[in-house]
């Protein structure tokens, strides 16, 4: 339930046309109840069998085909197209928030994360999600307006229906709690994977410096980590998949006798004059019918387990942390900058800045100058808010520059970075990051 209230959350705005698009998943399957009716009346004049009954019969089929698909479409463009545009939203919405997260959270650990999620993990939720909600919603539906439908024919057979529907219910619960077990080890070992693929596409230049030869193991120990990685995740997997299918073949073997065992009592019943013709060829097929629904479920409780636990993992390594952000927006008076009593550190119990104070008045030129690892760069991290300050207080025009808001505070500053990165763009739309109104003529000039 956790889960269905999350995607409620995620669907946002769009919440009553979801539910709505749910009510048409469910609703759908009342076309069976059309192919139900259209049997019944043939098997029941199958001795008088005119042809106004057959085209009486073919117009309620076709009815019954014209709802379902109606109802399918209704379902595709409320459930299943708001499924890509809900997931479109969270994509824009994380890149909103990472805009806003102190650079300390872009570690190593995080980015291997971050490219986890945004790739494999969202696109599995993208696919699979409304494919989930859908077909549980079809498949209990189709058994559930059927079973009443053998209520009203026959209260044996629709009695019959009740524990078997609980107990396949309750194999489905044992097969979701299975699988549960496994997704965050599945879960555990790609993040391992993301790692080691960034750690050795980032450091494919030094080992290519180096030949790889089995009588040089050190050199080759990153490739080694990697393999083994890719060895555990084929070990987890093909563990998972044992252990769910044995399990999953137990629920198709219960779909199937539960079948044949309501085919043999329909016929028993029709053979001791409990039912007539008609109800029983009826029954024969609704049979098939209502398990028709159910079977694909087995399958459907690895994707329940699976997709929940895919939309965890991506509320967990989203929970980004956001620069408290000021509200003022225009800077007043000369742009004085003073450091107060300024700690900070890239962990907690170490600081690089300790009880720093200076003052730089508008207009003057200043350089910074220490050995490598003094602080200089962070100095600057610091007054452009890439991180806040542990203690103390860093003021521009007087003003504690956490008061401004980041645009304000990013439009007074022009910083040219260590590490320099170029955009998969042009050359010349890089350069007009900094002013996206530019003219050509205008980036021509400063080049």
Known sequence: MNYFRRLFELVGKDKVKFIFGLFFAFFKNFSFMFIFGALYIAFLNIHALTATVIWNCLMI???????????????????????????????LQVGDELKKAPLGYFDDAKLGNIQGAMTTSINALENFTMMLVTGVIAGFGISILLTIAMLKMNVTLGLFMIPVLVILSFTLGKLYKIAMRNVPLQHKVEQEMNFAVIDMIRGMSVLRTYPINEDNPVKNMIQEKAKDLYAKKKEVDIRCEVEFSWRAKIYSFIVNAASVILIILTVHLYMHDEINFANC??????????????????????????IPGQQKYLDDVFQIPQLEEGTQTTINGPLDIRFDHVW?????????????????????????????????????????????????????????????????????????????YLFNDTIMNNIRFAKPEATDQEIYDVC
């Open 61 to 91: 089929m076709i009815g019954g085909i014209l709802f379902h698909f109606i109802f399918r479409y209704l379902e595709d463009i409320l459930v299943s197209a708001e499924g890509y545009v809900m997931f479109r939203n969270f994509r």
């Open 281 to 306: 060829m009826t029954m024969l097929v609704g049979s098939y019918l209502i398990f028709l629904g159910l079977a694909p479920l087995s399958d459907t409780a690895f994707l329940y387990a699976k």
């Open 344 to 420: 900070f550190g890239y962990r907690k119990d170490t600081p690089v800045i300790k009880d720093l104070s200076f003052e730089i008045k508008q207009n003057e030129k200043v350089a910074i100058v220490g050995p490598s690892g003094c602080g200089k760069t962070t100095i600057v991290n610091l007054l452009s808010r890439f991180w806040d300050v542990d203690k103390g207080t860093i003021y521009l025009a007087g003003k504690d520059i956490r008061e401004y808001t980041v645009e304000t505070l990013f439009k007074q500053m022009s910083v040219v970075f260590q590490d320099v």
